[in-house]
């Protein structure tokens, strides 16, 4: 199986989508996380770099991270995030995964 890459914000929807691809085996080569510039936390809970950090390693996947400045808006944000999938591309990392309990699966 291809391997894939979670988008982690550290709460209850990005680990159902965590729990779902262990249980079909699907190998998760890291946990990306997006993260305010100034506060060091997610953008959308407020959830700790610390504790994302923690998270990965108690669950023994690597994690990245990029870093958002307080003055982002779209155009920045689709830039930066345009870089990371290239950088994921180049690690043959061609799937994302995302959860979210409001879409239909």
Known sequence: MEPVFLNWSGGKDCSLALHRLKKKNIPISF????????????????T?????TRQALSLGIHSRKMYLPSSSDLDLYNKLMYHEMQLMQARGLNTAVFGDI???T
């Open 48 to 52: 700790p770099k610390e504790l994302i």
């Open 102 to 104: 409001f879409l239909k």
């Open 31 to 46: 946990l990306f996380t997006t993260l305010s510039k100034e506060t060091n936390r997610v953008s959308m809970h407020g």
